[in-house]
């Protein structure tokens, strides 16, 4: 069963940090394409960070430029997003998703599995 599973959201005041892990389960994610997107509350969702099979590409959106990291683990499976200097604009639902293709991209439609999400909240 295909399994993408979010963890280490949760509240912090503006300018913390926090660190989501996302494991994936199931299907040989050390060949896919992975990347994290957000929904905001009525906002729609949008892709956050992206990085390559082998770790060694990476893309950003604007917003989060400088401030957060993506990084893969191909041995253990998992994807992980370092946030730092938050904002109260990245609180949103944050979601893992996995691609099989050949390049970043920000259209959901263009990734195969995802994971429930978890849910970061930044307090002034």
């Known amino acids: 069963q295909v399994q993408l599973v979010e963890s280490g959201g949760g509240s912090v005041q503006a300018g913390g940090s926090l660190s989501l892990s996302c494991t994936a389960s199931g299907f040989r994610s050390s060949v896919y394409y992975m990347a994290w997107f957000r929904q905001a509350p009525g906002k729609e969702r949008e892709g956050v960070a992206c990085i390559s099979v082998g770790g060694d590409r990476t893309n950003y959106v604007d917003s989060v430029k400088g401030r957060f990291t993506i990084s893969r683990d191909n041995i253990k499976s998992t994807l992980a997003l370092q946030m730092n200097s938050l904002k109260p604009e990245d609180t949103a639902m944050y979601y893992c998703?996995?691609?099989?293709?050949?390049?970043?991209?920000?259209?959901?439609?263009?990734?195969?599995?995802w994971g429930q999400g978890t849910q970061v909240t930044v307090s002034t």
């Open positions: 998703a996995a691609r099989r293709g050949w390049s970043c991209t920000w259209s959901e439609a263009e990734y195969d599995y």
